[in-house]
C-alpha cells in the first residue's frame, strides 16, 4: 500500500464530529515501518489532536524514531496544508529534507519537505550555552 493509501485509510476513523473535517497522516520510518494517525477531537475543544501527532504518538510508541516519510490527506479543495505545531512535532523526528506530500481525497497533491514547511525551525542548536 501506498504512504498515501495509508493515510487515506485511516482517515476513515478519524473523531471530528466538531469540526466534520477528517485528517488522516501515515509516516514510514527508516526501517521501512509506517504508522498511521487521524485527528481526535474532543468537545472540550482545545483537548484534541491532529492526525500527524496520532502517527507521531504510534511511531514513539513502536520504539521508532526517525521520520522518513510522511503523507497526509483531507477532504480539502487544494492539498491539505499540516497546522504550525504538527510542522514542529515532524521536524522534531525528521530531517529537512524528508519528504512531505499533502493530498486531497480527490487526488490533488503536493510534494514538500519538512524543512520547507518550517523554515529557521527552532531546534536544539539554540539552547547550547555560550
Ligand atoms: N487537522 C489535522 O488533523 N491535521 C492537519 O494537518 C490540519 C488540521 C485537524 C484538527 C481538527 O481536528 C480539524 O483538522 C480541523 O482543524
Do not use: W
Amino acid at each position: 500500500m501506498s504512504l498515501i493509501d495509508a493515510a487515506r485509510e485511516v482517515r476513515e476513523n478519524a473523531h471530528a464530529p466538531y469540526s466534520e473535517f477528517k485528517v488522516g497522516a501515515a509516516i514510514k520510518t527508516k526501517s521501512g515501518q509506517v504508522f498511521q494517525g487521524c485527528n481526535v477531537e474532543n468537545v472540550a475543544y482545545p483537548e484534541g489532536t491532529c492526525a500527524e501527532a496520532g502517527a507521531i504518538a504510534a511511531m514513539c510508541a513502536a520504539g521508532e524514531r526517525e521520520i522518513a516519510e510522511v503523507a497526509v490527506i483531507a477532504d480539502s479543495p487544494i492539498p491539505v496544508s499540516p497546522c504550525g505545531g504538527c510542522r514542529q512535532k515532524l521536524a522534531e523526528f525528521g530531517a529537512g529534507d524528508v519528504p512531505v506530500t499533502l493530498a486531497t481525497t480527490d487526488g490533488k497533491t503536493q510534494a514538500t519537505t519538512i524543512g520547507a514547511l518550517l523554515p529557521g525551525a527552532f531546534d536544539e542548536d539554540y539552547m547550547i550555552k555560550s
